[in-house]
C-alpha cells in the first residue's frame, strides 16, 4: 500500500480495461452517476417475469436503480411501469411487494392514478363549500410519475426510461439473443422466488456471474463432481457491446481429468464422494449436451441453467456497499412431475445456502472488505488478454472486460 489517503483516487486510463481501480466499488459519486447514466440511460433493466402478473391488475413493485416502481398488467392486458411515486408529494402509490389493483389510490391524500400510471383524480380538488381546492386551471395530465417504456421478450419483461435505447433483440445482439430463446422457448412457471443480501457492490457481483475463470477454482462442488471444469468444453459469448455474456460448458466426458488434476486444486477433491448421486442426474432437455448456461443482460440480468435448475436473477443496488439480489426458480407450465422433482433437486446446487453458488454470496464481501482503503490501487484483468470477445476458452477476463467497456460508454469514467 501506498500513503495515499482513502480519499484519493488513482486515475483510469482511457481504453485500459485490463486494471479497474479499486473506488469504483465505493465511490458515492460514482454511485450517482450510475443512476443517471445506466439505471436512466440507453439500457433495458429488467423488471420481472410475465407469469407474475397472469391477471388484469396483477401487479409487483421493483426497483430501477434506486427508483421504485411499479409493474402492472393493464385492463387491456398488456404490462406496463411507472415510477412508484405519487403525483401530489412523492409518497409511494404501492406498498406492497406485490398485489391485484383497480387503481392506485395514494394513502396520503387519496389522489389515484389508473393502470398505467395516469393522473386520474385528486381529492377534494373544488375545495370545500366553494374555498380551497386546486386551481381551476390544475390539469391532471401535466402531472404523474415517470412512465417507463416495456418490452416483453420470452417471458421477460423489461424497461427503460431512455427513448434511445434499441429495441430488446437490437440491445442483445444476435447470438444472446439465440441463447435466451435456447432456455426460454416455452411458457414459464414460477416454483419460488426469495431475496439473498449480498454485502458487496453490485458490480462486483455482476462481474463474479461474468467471470468463467473462476467457476471450477472457487466452488469446489462444481470441479469435485465435475459439473463444471475449466478443462470441459464450453466457451463465453460477449455481445458487440461488451454488456452481455453467455458462458456455457459442455457435460464432461468421465475418467481422469489429467489437466485439472495436475493444478493441485483446494477445488478437486478426489476423495469425496455423494451419498445420494441423484442430485447429479440430468435430463438434456434443450438436446444439445449443454448443462450448464449463464447469461447476463446489463445491468441487472442473469439467467441460470445449471442442470436442470433454471433461475433469473435480478441485481438491484442498494447503495455503494450493498446490493439484494433477487432469486426466482423457475421451469415450464408443461414440467412433468420427474422435472418437477428435478428441479427441486439442482435447486440445492444454487442460492445463498446451495452447494455451489454460496460461495458467490461470500466472495464479492471479501473483496468488497479486501479493497477497503485502496482507492489508488487496482485489480488485474489480464486472463485471455486484453479481448473482448467471444472466446472459446472459459480461462479468459473477456466479458469481464465487455462489462467494463460498455460501463465507461455509459458512465464516462
Ligand atoms: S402524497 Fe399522494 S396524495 Fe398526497
Ligand atoms: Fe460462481
Given at each position: 500500500?501506498?500513503?495515499?489517503?482513502?480519499?484519493?483516487?488513482?486515475?483510469?486510463?482511457?481504453?485500459?480495461?485490463?486494471?479497474?481501480?479499486?473506488?469504483?466499488?465505493?465511490?458515492?459519486?460514482?454511485?450517482?452517476?450510475?443512476?443517471?447514466?445506466?439505471?436512466?440511460?440507453?439500457?433495458w433493466?429488467?423488471?420481472?417475469?410475465?407469469?407474475?402478473?397472469?391477471?388484469?391488475?396483477?401487479?409487483?413493485?421493483?426497483?430501477v436503480?434506486?427508483m421504485?416502481?411499479?409493474?402492472?398488467?393493464?385492463?387491456?392486458?398488456?404490462?406496463?411501469?411507472?415510477?412508484?411515486?405519487?403525483s401530489?408529494r412523492?409518497?409511494?402509490?404501492?406498498?406492497?411487494?406485490?398485489g391485484?389493483?383497480?387503481?392506485?389510490?395514494?394513502?396520503?391524500?387519496?389522489?389515484?392514478?389508473?393502470?398505467?400510471?395516469?393522473?386520474?383524480?385528486?381529492?377534494?380538488?373544488?375545495?370545500?363549500?366553494?374555498?380551497?381546492?386546486?386551481?381551476?386551471?390544475?390539469?391532471?395530465?401535466?402531472?404523474?410519475?415517470?412512465?417507463?417504456?416495456?418490452?416483453?421478450?420470452?417471458?421477460?419483461?423489461?424497461?427503460?426510461?431512455?427513448?434511445?435505447?434499441?429495441?430488446?433483440?437490437?440491445?442483445?445482439?444476435?447470438?444472446?439473443?439465440?441463447?435466451?430463446?435456447?432456455?426460454?422457448h416455452?411458457?414459464?412457471?414460477?416454483?419460488?422466488?426469495?431475496?439473498?443480501?449480498?454485502?458487496?457492490?453490485?458490480?462486483?457481483?455482476f462481474?463474479?456471474?461474468?467471470?468463467?475463470?473462476?467457476?471450477?477454482?472457487?466452488?469446489?462442488?462444481?470441479?469435485?463432481?465435475?459439473?463444471?471444469?475449466?478443462?470441459?468444453?464450453?466457451?463465453?459469448?460477449?455481445?458487440d457491446?461488451?454488456?452481455?455474456?453467455?458462458s456455457?460448458?459442455?457435460?464432461?466426458?468421465?475418467?481422469?481429468?489429467?489437466?485439472?488434476?495436475?493444478?493441485?486444486?483446494?477445488?478437486?477433491?478426489?476423495?469425496?464422494?455423494?451419498?445420494?448421486?441423484?442430485?447429479?442426474?440430468?435430463?438434456?432437455?434443450?438436446?444439445?449436451?449443454?448443462?450448464?448456461?449463464?447469461?447476463?443482460?446489463?445491468?441487472?440480468?442473469?439467467l441460470?441453467?445449471?442442470?436442470?435448475?433454471?433461475?433469473?436473477?435480478?441485481?438491484?443496488?442498494?447503495?455503494?456497499?450493498?446490493?439484494?439480489?433477487?432469486?426466482?426458480?423457475?421451469?415450464?407450465t408443461?414440467?412433468?412431475?420427474?422435472?418437477?422433482?428435478?428441479?427441486?433437486?439442482?435447486?440445492?446446487?444454487?442460492?445463498?445456502?446451495?452447494?455451489?453458488?454460496?460461495?458467490?454470496?461470500a466472495?464479492?464481501?471479501?473483496?468488497?472488505?479486501?479493497?477497503?482503503?485502496?482507492?489508488?490501487?487496482?485489480?488485474v484483468?489480464?486472463?485471455g488478454?486484453?479481448?473482448?470477445?467471444?472466446?472459446?476458452?472459459?480461462?479468459?477476463?473477456?466479458?469481464?472486460?465487455?462489462?467494463?467497456?460498455?460501463?465507461?460508454?455509459?458512465?464516462?469514467?
Open positions: 500500500m501506498t500513503a495515499h489517503s482513502t480519499q484519493e483516487r488513482s486515475a483510469w486510463p482511457q481504453n485500459e480495461l485490463t486494471r479497474v481501480p479499486y473506488w469504483v466499488y465505493d465511490d458515492q459519486d460514482v454511485y450517482r452517476q450510475e443512476q443517471e447514466g445506466i439505471y436512466q440511460g440507453p439500457v433493466n429488467y423488471l420481472g417475469l410475465e407469469a407474475e402478473l397472469p391477471e388484469k391488475g396483477d401487479y409487483k413493485t421493483t426497483f436503480g434506486d421504485p416502481v411499479i409493474v402492472v398488467r393493464g385492463e387491456d392486458g398488456t404490462i406496463s411501469a411507472f415510477e412508484n411515486r405519487c401530489h412523492g409518497s409511494l402509490l404501492a406498498l406492497k411487494n406485490r391485484k389493483a383497480q387503481n392506485f389510490t395514494c394513502v396520503y391524500h387519496a389522489w389515484s392514478h389508473d393502470l398505467k400510471g395516469n393522473l386520474k383524480s385528486v381529492a377534494f380538488r373544488r375545495g370545500i363549500n366553494g374555498e380551497g381546492g386546486m386551481p381551476a386551471d390544475f390539469d391532471l395530465k401535466q402531472h404523474g410519475p415517470r412512465k417507463l417504456r416495456t418490452e416483453t421478450f420470452c417471458g421477460l419483461v423489461f424497461g427503460t426510461l431512455s427513448a434511445e435505447t434499441p429495441d430488446i433483440e437490437t440491445y442483445l445482439g444476435e447470438a444472446v439473443t439465440a441463447r435466451l430463446r435456447r432456455v426460454l416455452k411458457p414459464i412457471r414460477i416454483y419460488g422466488q426469495y431475496t439473498q443480501a449480498l454485502p458487496n457492490n453490485w458490480k462486483l457481483y462481474e463474479n456471474v461474468k467471470d468463467t475463470y473462476h467457476s471450477s477454482l472457487l466452488h469446489t462442488f462444481f470441479a469435485t463432481f465435475k459439473v463444471s471444469r475449466l478443462s470441459q468444453g464450453g466457451g463465453v459469448i460477449v455481445s457491446s461488451g454488456g452481455h455474456h453467455v456455457y460448458s459442455l457435460s464432461h466426458k468421465g475418467g481422469k481429468d489429467e489437466e485439472f488434476a495436475k493444478e493441485g486444486l483446494r477445488s478437486n477433491q478426489e476423495d469425496f464422494s455423494l451419498n445420494d448421486a441423484s442430485v447429479l442426474d440430468i435430463v438434456d432437455e434443450f438436446g444439445d449436451g449443454c448443462h450448464v448456461q449463464i447469461l447476463s443482460v446489463f445491468p441487472g440480468f442473469v441460470q441453467a445449471i442442470h436442470n435448475s433454471l433461475a433469473v436473477r435480478q441485481i438491484l443496488p442498494k447503495n455503494t456497499q450493498q446490493t439484494d439480489l433477487i432469486w426466482t426458480l423457475i421451469g415450464f408443461d414440467d412433468d412431475e420427474r422435472m418437477q422433482t428435478l428441479r427441486m433437486k439442482h435447486a440445492n446446487l444454487v442460492g445463498p445456502a446451495g452447494y455451489v453458488s454460496m460461495e458467490d454470496g466472495v464479492g464481501g471479501f473483496v468488497q472488505r479486501g479493497t477497503a482503503g485502496a482507492s489508488c490501487e487496482s485489480s484483468v489480464m486472463m488478454g486484453s479481448s473482448t470477445l467471444t472466446s472459446s476458452s472459459r480461462a479468459s477476463e473477456n466479458s469481464i472486460r465487455g462489462f467494463w467497456k460498455f460501463y465507461r460508454n455509459l458512465v464516462k469514467l
